[in-house]
């Protein structure tokens, strides 16, 4: 069974905060003829709904994934612990790698959502 030393553990669950937490960051709309109260409102909606995006999920699985081919890789160069080693890196790269798509996919559903609401988005 693969136990993740302090130091993965600490990466990963920073990579899964921090994609958890950006879903509306650095959305620009044009601002022009926009009732500023009802775009803070839609926004505050859109962003709820991207909360639906499974962050743990994607995460896990990237970190399995990267486990395995980590656990491959240091048993193809090295020994067992080699291969243990590997396989933290690549949990730790691969869960970081499955939060920031999380982290993406939260963007594009703000975005889309507030497109969706008549909203000129500009990034």
Known sequence: MLILRPL???T???AVLLASGCANRNVIIDPKGVNMAQYNQDLSEC???AEQVNVGAQTAGRALAGAAVGAAIGAA???SDTAQRGAGVGAVAGGAKGA???ATEKRVVVRNCL?????S???
């Open 8 to 10: 993965y553990s600490a």
């Open 77 to 79: 160069v090295g020994n």
């Open 121 to 123: 988005v500009l990034n």
């Open 100 to 102: 920031g798509r999380a």
């Open 47 to 49: 962003t709820a709904l």
């Open 12 to 14: 990963l669950l920073s």
């Open 115 to 119: 497109r969706n609401r008549g909203y």
